[in-house]
Nanobody, 127 residues
Framework: QVQLVESGGGLVQAGASLRLSCAASGRTASVYNMGWFRQAPGKERDFVAAITRSSGRTYYADSVKGRFTISRDSAKNTVNLQMNSLKPEDTGVYYC????????????????????WGQGTQVTVSS
């Protein structure tokens, strides 16, 4: 089993920045990809970004390209999401996820392909 704990959410104004972190524990050696998803009230959980644990290859949703950066610290088993130029539409609960199988291409954006999830952290961007 892998446990994921997110931190770093909060309330900010449009244009501000936030940094989310996800700490992984347990059988972390079994993790291939880690990702961030977000869910706004009444909407589905959407893909935000993902990173391949071994190679560091990154993937982004079109809506966050150029504003968000995902990174990993393998020594600390953490994945970070630096969010700049935040917009009100970035508001939602942000979830960290980990996959126990290699994901690539479009599969990194499918929530059902991830095996482990954190509890989520709220990000609210006011206009």
């Amino acid at each position: 089993q892998v446990q994921l704990v997110e931190s770093g959410g909060g309330l900010v104004q449009a244009g501000a920045s936030l940094r989310l972190s996800c700490a992984a524990s347990g059988r972390t050696a079994s993790v291939y990809n880690m990702g961030w998803f977000r869910q706004a009230p009444g909407k589905e959980r959407d893909f935000v970004a993902a990173i391949t644990r071994s190679s560091g290859r990154t993937y982004y949703a079109d809506s966050v390209k150029g504003r968000f950066t995902i990174s990993r610290d393998s020594a600390k088993n953490t994945v970070n999401l630096q969010m700049n130029s935040l917009k009100p539409e970035d508001t939602g609960v942000y979830y960290c996820a980990a996959s126990a199988a290699p994901l690539g291409g479009t599969s990194v954006s499918f929530a059902h392909d991830y095996n482990y999830w954190g509890q989520g952290t709220q990000v609210t961007v006011s206009s």
